[in-house]
């Protein structure tokens, strides 16, 4: 399950139907919400979005901003995933490519006139809420970046080239028991390696990148267990009494467990650890007398569980020299951060 299948997946609509307006204007509240919270949407941003909109052209300021604020309200009563599920329903089949242009308008960074890597994901499940095929899609990204810079339109055809391509053909792995896919994070051409393995596959390359993803059929039993125990219980006593004692403490002698959390509104409930693995890094480093020695590093480990399936991911943080940690509570906060935008790559299915 990635964060955004509370949007995307969810079957609920409004007792309410939106005006065509209303619908166009709720598909950039919804993306606009996505990664953020309904509290720190930029109403006055949306309507500046909105206002270059045809569909808009007859409105003043205050009549958008009563619209935004209406949809803010109703996202906030009855949950995004609802006004998506509305606004799609409202929109005429001539609207659909507005409504996707809305929500693209919203993710575009205006200094760089693009769409940050961090944001094609949610970008991607967008275009398939709205059941837009990939070509479609493609023309209505180049429209609205045209619109957000003056360079003349062979300049930027040239610019987003690289942009479109790897948005709409980054290389998938597909699980062998088809319960997720994932975007493969390395660049396979400069020597990315993707090694698959029964109930795990990791991506690495000699740059020090390593991601991991183990999972694990849960039998109906073990829910038993679960409920028993709490998932919070459950997940500490998976990732640090048989994970980490198997998996890593086995292979790095010298391991120890730097620093736990149980975030509970992460992935309805997600128990992450830090473990200090010193000479314990997928990198090594060769010695004046050729003797080639493993760097220190740390690994972040993010443990849920979604349907029957228990997975655990890693992340690695390789120390080259001169190199030192920052405070366990910092280096906690970025392999979090690092190991859910690697997690939001990730679709469930």
């Not at 309200?73 to 001539?94: H, K, M, P, Q, R």
């Amino acid at each position: 399950m990635s964060k955004y299948d509370r949007i995307f997946n969810s079957e609920e609509v409004l007792e309410e139907s939106l005006s065509p307006e209303e619908a166009v204007a709720a598909i950039a509240v919804v993306t606009a919400v996505a990664d953020s919270s309904l509290e720190n949407v930029d109403a006055d941003f949306l309507v500046d979005i909105l206002w270059g909109f045809e569909i808009f052209e007859e409105y003043s300021d205050d009549e958008l901003l009563e619209i935004v604020d209406k949809l803010i309200s109703l996202a906030e009563d009855e949950g995004v995933g609802t006004l998506f599920n509305t606004a799609y329903e409202c929109l005429a089949d001539e609207l659909i490519l507005d409504g996707f242009a809305a929500g693209v308008s919203v993710l575009v960074d205006e200094e760089e006139l693009s769409i940050p890597q961090s944001k094609m994901t949610l970008l991607k499940n967008l275009q398939q809420g709205l059941e837009i095929e990939d070509e479609e899609a493609k023309e209505v990204i180049n429209e609205v970046i045209d619109s957000f810079e003056e360079l003349e339109e062979e300049d930027t055809d040239d610019e987003y080239e690289g942009v479109f391509e790897q948005f709409f053909e980054q290389e998938v792995y597909e699980s062998p028991l088809g319960n997720f896919t994932v975007i493969i994070p390395v660049n396979l051409q400069q020597g990315g390696r993707v090694d698959s393995q029964e109930g795990a596959v990791s991506f690495s390359d000699d740059f020090g990148t390593l991601l991991r993803i183990d999972y694990y059929s849960l039998p109906s039993q073990e829910f038993v267990q679960i409920d028993a125990v709490g998932q919070e219980e459950y997940l500490r006593s998976i990732l640090l009494n048989k994970y980490v004692p198997g998996a890593i403490a086995a292979n790095v002698l010298d391991a120890s467990v730097g620093y736990t959390e149980y975030l509970p509104d992460t992935l309805e409930g997600a128990y992450f650890a830090l473990i200090d693995m010193p000479g314990g890094s997928t990198i090594s480093k060769t010695q004046n007398n050729g003797t080639a020695v493993r760097l220190n590093a740390y690994r972040g480990l993010l443990a849920f569980i979604y349907r029957d399936f228990l997975y655990i991911v890693n992340s690695q943080r390789s120390f080259f020299d001169g190199e030192t940690p920052g405070s366990i509570k910092e280096e906690a906060q970025e392999f979090k951060r690092k190991l859910l935008s690697f997690i939001n790559t990730i679709t469930f299915t």
